[in-house]
């Protein structure tokens, strides 16, 4: 391997690690039991396992929008920090969600999240929920993220707006 292919390795083996730890250490993403299935530049891929706690309806077995509106948010923040040239803190400013059909009782629910623009401080992604079966999705997304200019501080507003 080259230089530039190792560092392209590191860089993406410690984001997908961050990106795990951000799933582990933030203690809803961890009570919903998401799973880092894959990272790349600016695409991030997440899974939902069924569980029954996660249920929306006993009587349908239909799992929760709330566990899928947060699976979504949680993959498409990991595709920012995927696109980001290094690390920076990052807070979802809006975050759309168009469900389309219920997600089936009884199976994991797929997100795949892709950053397709960034400004200096605000990244947009798109994202889709489905079942890994090659069905109609579940649910789609659209969101906007703010970039921090650095740890523990955010960008500079104008005339206090």
């Given at each position: 391997?080259?230089d ?6 590191r860089r ?14 933030v203690?809803h993403?961890?009570?919903l039991g998401?799973v880092v299935e894959?990272?790349?530049?600016r ?14 309806n006993?009587?349908t077995?239909?799992?929760?929008g ?10 498409c923040?990991a ?9 920076q803190?990052i ?5 759309r969600?168009?469900y389309?059909?219920p997600?089936?009782?009884?199976k994991?629910?797929?997100a ?8 200096k ?10 079942h890994?079966?090659?069905g109609a999705?579940?649910a ?6 703010m970039?921090?200019t650095?740890?523990?501080?955010v ?7």
């Open positions: 391997m080259t530039d292919a190792d560092a392209a390795t993406r083996d410690r984001r997908l690690a961050l990106a795990r730890a951000f799933v582990d250490n203690p993403n961890h009570a998401l894959g990272l790349a530049d695409t991030a891929r997440f899974r939902l396992p069924y569980a029954a706690k996660l249920v929306g006993p009587e077995g239909v799992l929760h709330g566990a899928i509106t947060a699976l979504l948010d949680a993959c923040g595709a920012v920090f995927a696109a980001l040239p290094q690390l803190p807070a979802t400013l809006d975050l969600i168009d389309l059909r997600a089936e009782p009884g994991d629910v797929w795949e999240a892709t950053c397709h623009h960034m400004s401080h605000v990244a947009f992604v798109r994202a889709v929920a489905d890994a079966d090659g999705p579940i789609t997304a659209a969101g906007t993220f970039i921090a650095k740890l523990g501080t960008a500079p507003r104008g005339g206090g707006a």
